[in-house]
């Protein structure tokens, strides 16, 4: 089945640091959806993307997606408390039909500290 | 923002015993889902649900669990007789138009077998 992998499992910086965590899949994805999760809540979507090669940015958050849509990014420019909790990448597989699972990577865990 | 809710947060049994947790879609919502997650670990996907049966099932959805929608807002999940290994947390979700879309989670419901 497919794997979502991502790397680092864990990351403690400094507030003020930035911050990466990497997502590979084993196949070729439909698209990609990053999700945060705070300690002790759920998961919150973040952005989506669908094309080879995407870009997109929100605020202190950047998220690529790699030309062979097999990889994807986030970055968080200088991190702050609030950015504390795990964040997944999340991955439809290619052309699966209607209400298709969501295969969720293993989740980078940041901690912030000031 | 309108929420998927769930009931309830916590939830203690036997082991053996039957268990139903329960859960609120968002009301324009078609597709609804079931996801879990052991301690510390990643969010996985157990069940997809449209047009009252079930789209997809992992290998974790035996025959042991059991989804359905009694009326036209509960959406639930039924475990007859559950195992220590089940103990994790269980999220319900939902999307209006199911592929490539984002999931909406509820806050969890915390199973613990003993």
């Known amino acids: 089945g497919q794997q979502v992998m991502q790397i680092p499992q864990y990351q403690h910086v400094q507030e003020g640091e930035d911050f990466t965590t990497y997502c590979n899949s084993s196949t070729t994805l439909s698209n990609i959806q990053w999700y945060k999760q705070r300690p002790g809540g759920h998961p919150v979507f973040l952005i989506q993307l669908v094309k080879s090669g995407e870009v997109k940015k929100q605020k202190r958050l950047t998220f690529q997606f790699g030309e062979a849509k097999k990889n994807s990014s986030l970055h968080i420019t200088a991190t702050q408390t609030t950015d504390v909790g795990t964040y997944f990448c999340?991955?439809?597989?290619?052309?699966?039909?209607?209400?298709?699972?969501?295969?969720f990577g293993t989740g980078t865990r940041l901690q912030v500290t000031l | 923002e309108p929420e998927v809710t769930q009931t309830p947060s916590h939830q203690v049994t036997q082991m053996g015993q039957e268990v139903i947790l329960r859960c609120v879609p968002i009301s324009n919502h078609l597709y609804f889902y079931w996801y879990r997650q052991i301690l510390g670990q990643k969010v996985e996907f157990l069940v997809s649900?449209?047009?009252?049966?079930?789209?997809?099932k992992s290998e974790i959805f035996d025959d042991q669990f059991s989804v359905e929608r009694p009326d036209g807002s509960n959406f639930t999940l039924k475990i007859r007789s559950t195992k220590l290994e089940d103990s994790a947390m269980y999220f319900c979700?939902?999307?209006?138009?199911?592929?490539?879309?984002?999931?909406?989670f509820g806050s969890g419901t915390q199973l613990s077998v003993l």
């Open positions: 649900f449209y047009n009252n049966e079930i789209s997809e």
């Open positions: 999340a991955a439809h597989q290619l052309n699966t039909g209607t209400a298709s699972k969501l295969t």
């Open positions: 979700a939902s999307t209006e138009f199911g592929t490539n879309e984002k999931l909406f």
